[in-house]
């Protein structure tokens, strides 16, 4: 097994791409389209949670109401995170509410009943971890950073669908 020193010899170059390496290759963009998309998910998640939060009534919501603050605040951690990431593959990220639904891959919510909060906060964390799931698949191994960042994510969003199916059943 030997080492690429092309490649090695490329990283001496072009400093001021910071810790983009020849390494990355031409999949640098495609990732940071991915992860914008990301980004944009993480803040509609975040401001569902937080609609959710003041809006939530009803025997349960009381402590309900509360974890749904504490997911708000997780989600916008993981825009935080992601952001930081996107900037460090050298692009941009994209807060822009114009475009934020659009870009999304969960829908904003405005229901009224706990239960319908519940189900909707559920469905997004679902198709959360299945975008999570996807996106690490296809990072494979081109981008290990990136892929811990998403794998760490994951986690999360798995903790959070299985708190909400434990309220969604009682």
Avoid at 70 to 85: Q, Y
Avoid at 97 to 118: A, F, T
Avoid at 120 to 147: F, K, P
Wanted: proline share 2%.
């Amino acid at each position: 097994m030997t080492l690429n020193m092309k490649s090695i010899e490329g990283a001496t170059r072009d400093l001021e791409q910071g810790s983009i390496t020849p390494h990355y290759g031409s999949g640098r963009q495609d990732v940071i389209k991915l992860l914008n998309a990301s980004l944009a998910t993480e803040l509609v998640c975040a401001l569902r949670y937080k609609r959710h939060h003041f809006t939530a009534e009803g025997l349960e919501s009381a402590k309900i109401a509360q974890e749904f603050l504490v997911h708000a605040n997780e989600e916008a951690v993981h825009a935080d995170r992601l952001a930081r990431r996107i900037v460090q593959l050298n692009g941009s990220p994209d807060f822009s509410p114009e475009s934020l639904i659009r870009r999304s891959h969960v829908p904003y919510d405005d229901s009224l009943k706990l239960k319908d909060m519940i189900r909707i906060n559920l469905m997004a964390e679902r198709v959360a971890i299945e975008v999570y799931s996807q996106m690490i698949d296809l990072i494979g191994n081109t981008d290990v950073t990136t892929r811990r960042l998403l794998e760490d994510i994951l986690c999360e969003e798995q903790s959070h669908a299985e708190e909400l199916k434990d309220w969604l059943v009682s």
